[in-house]
């Protein structure tokens, strides 16, 4: 994306990278297209900006820097303000653009003195135009704003359209899973798709970006003690936590792109042999219908435990890098596991299934709905609270259930995930 600022390499900059002296490279530009300067941040610039962000985000993307001279480009330093810049630039655009832009904010502070400084606004090209300021679908027009009319609209609308099937093509990507030949059923898979939204910046894809991404995710398997190998794909890196034959034993994978999209591939704990047999019994003694004699059973407290083990890796993969899971849609899979059965030795599950039935995956596989975490719904989004919620959803419990039998086997096996 576009960058005013530019290091001694000509590289452009991002705006935590930004320094006072970098202001000085503003003398050389005109606003236009991409770039817009306000001298001052008094109401009338205030009102303005909702609808200079809508603009942006329903174009390629853009700068506001308040508090240079329009004709001039002189520093002309703005007073801090009691808020938080950020919070009040973010309360206005809440108000009065729909949907939520994705945009950065930051009040670079004058060296000389600290309660002056100059605005910076970063705002991206909307992944899901039309973004709509005060009922006004606004668009860049040269240095300037302006409505849109019919043809840009269709064009707005079709750019929706094609991120979000960008995003349903992601979630049909699979990791391939060598069998045994011996092998009778396909692996049991829970699946996470992150697919990162933004626009593809042209260096994501420089291999010094790839090294970057690939040695932050050897340090996320690293902070918990995991080891991995790494697989090259045609257009990824994938990252195995064991190298012994997965012919033998499936372990999770987790696919990483350039443009730091991610899938997480979780094999279910099936139970096997004696252990098997003496679950079966178990249910047969305590539930009213019997479990078929050829059914498969998923450890669910194992399962659980290792989806969100590595799940905490892709959260920490995200402070590694810096980024903010509202960068990213997010969906859920099962692959192959329709009509397996729960198993958990805990006493609340087997008093669980006495009263209600084993718990076993009901529907085929499948891919949830796309939640887009732009929206601020999910301040507080992480990878393994997601992974482990919809996890029970998928096998049969409803997510905020009233029911407390529910809720007390959720907690329960929460709790026996935890253990080590």
């Keep these: 994306m576009f960058s005013p600022f530019r290091d001694e390499q000509g590289r452009p900059k991002a705006i935590g990278d930004v320094t006072w002296e970098d202001l000085a490279q503003l003398s050389d530009l005109e606003e236009g297209f991409v770039l817009e300067f306000k001298q001052t941040f008094g109401p009338s610039v205030r009102r303005k900006i909702p609808k200079i962000v809508a603009s942006f985000s329903n174009s390629r993307g853009g700068w506001l820097v308040i508090g240079i001279a329009d004709d001039s480009r002189e520093v002309m330093p703005v007073p801090r303000g009691t808020a938080d810049v950020s919070q009040v630039i973010g309360e206005l655009c809440r108000r009065h653009v729909s949907p939520a832009p ?58 929706a359209t094609s991120r979000r099937l960008d995003v349903r093509r992601f979630c049909r990507r699979t990791v391939y899973y060598p069998m045994a030949d011996d092998a009778v059923d396909p692996v049991a898979l829970f699946d996470l798709y992150l697919f990162r939204l933004g626009p593809e910046a042209e260096e994501v894809n420089s291999r010094a970006s790839i090294n970057e991404g690939a040695a932050a995710m050897r340090a996320a398997f690293d902070c918990y003690g995991i080891g991995c190998r790494i697989q090259h794909a045609h257009d990824s890196l994938v990252f195995r936590t064991s190298q012994r034959d997965e012919t033998v034993v499936a372990h999770s994978a987790i696919e990483l792109f350039p443009n730091e999209s991610m899938k997480l591939s979780v094999p279910a704990v099936m139970v096997t042999g004696e252990e098997r047999e003496q679950a079966l019994q178990s249910l047969a003694e305590r539930t009213l219908f019997s479990p078929r004699s050829d059914a498969r059973l998923m450890d669910a407290t194992a399962t659980l435990r290792r989806v969100t083990r590595m799940a905490s890796l892709l959260d920490r993969y995200v402070r590694l890098r810096g980024l903010s899971w509202r960068e990213f849609a997010v969906a859920y899979e099962l692959e192959h596991m329709a009509g397996v059965t729960l198993w958990s030795a805990n006493e609340t599950y087997l008093g669980y299934a006495a009263r209600h039935g084993a718990l076993y995956c009901a529907s085929t596989d499948c891919i949830s709905r796309v939640r887009y975490l732009d929206d601020g719904a999910h301040e507080t989004f992480r990878a393994r609270q997601f992974a482990g919620s919809h996890f029970f959803e998928a096998c049969g419990l409803p997510l905020g259930s009233p029911d407390p039998d529910d809720v007390e086997l959720v907690n329960a096996l929460l709790s026996t995930s935890g253990e080590r």
């Design 102 to 159: 994705h945009f950065e904010v930051r009040f670079l502070a004058d060296p000389s003195d600290d309660n002056c400084g100059v605005i910076l606004v970063r705002i991206d090209e909307g992944d899901f135009p039309p973004y709509v300021a005060d009922g006004i679908v606004e668009i860049r027009e040269g240095s300037t704003s302006g409505p849109a009319d019919g043809t840009a609209l269709v064009d707005l609308y079709d750019r």
